[in-house]
């Protein structure tokens, strides 16, 4: 089970960030990543985080301004989002990879376990 906290209104430039707290499976084995999905549009990869932390991959969107980091000792994922653009109002999705110690995967296809979902909404 992954359960998605810290979402909620904030202006253009502001921050917020996400946490993700996962229960029932091998945290610490596991790929992970956060996707999104506004209105009317596919969901879409945002970051992603090898197991040991060591690699992370953004994508083109968010590269520079969002950071994904976890603390495998808290069974935790976080998205710091920095500068927040009304285009990424969304519903934000934690994922876990299908498989263990895997890296590289952006495709929603490869991940097994998400998240309910929780809101960002950046006002202009």
């Known amino acids: 089970q992954l359960v998605e906290s810290g979402g909620g209104l904030v202006q253009a430039g502001g921050s917020l960030r996400l946490s993700c707290v996962a229960s029932?499976?091998?945290?610490?084995?596991?790929?992970m990543a956060w996707f999104r999905q506004a209105p009317g549009k596919e969901r879409e990869f945002v970051a992603g985080?090898?197991?040991?932390?060591?690699?992370?991959r953004y994508g083109d969107s968010v590269k520079g301004r969002f950071t994904i980091s976890r603390e495998n000792a808290k069974n935790t994922l976080y998205l710091q989002m920095n500068n927040l653009k009304s285009d990424d109002t969304a519903e934000y999705y934690c994922a876990a990879d299908r498989f263990n110690y895997r890296v590289g995967n952006t495709d929603a296809q490869d991940f097994a376990t998400w998240g309910q979902g929780i809101q960002v909404t950046v006002s202009s």
């Open positions: 029932g499976l091998s945290f610490n084995r596991k790929l």
């Open positions: 985080i090898t197991w040991s932390g060591q690699h992370t």
